[in-house]
């Protein structure tokens, strides 16, 4: 799981990143883990680079459009962490988010 993925996109935002563990700042529970690339602010998620929960990933997988992206939200209090996007300066899929909605830890 502590595998980093570098393609394109890392080398593109200067080759460093880190894990991030998002977590609700509702409830506190952990909704994602997260390959974060460069840096500055953490704006969005891509698709491509969440790394957990397995249930998660799965309801992604097969998802290649914005129209059939559910919205990510908490499993355990429903609040609305992020909305579907597409970076279109990549051309990417991603979740744009709420800001107050999470809070974050580096792993």
């Known amino acids: 799981m502590k595998v980093i993925k570098k393609n394109r996109f890392t080398k593109a935002r200067g080759g460093s990143s880190k894990l991030l563990v998002l977590s609700c700042a509702k409830c506190g529970n952990e909704i994602v883990n997260y ?55 990549e051309n990417r899929l991603a979740f744009r988010l709420i800001r107050g909605s999470f809070s974050k830890k580096t792993l």
């Open 35 to 89: 390959q974060k690339d460069g840096i500055g602010t953490l704006l969005r998620l891509y698709l491509d680079r969440i790394r957990g929960p397995r249930e998660l990933l799965n309801s992604i997988e097969s998802v290649h459009e914005k129209s059939t992206m559910p919205n990510l939200v908490c499993d355990h209090c429903s609040a609305l962490i992020g909305v579907p996007m597409i970076y279109e300066v």
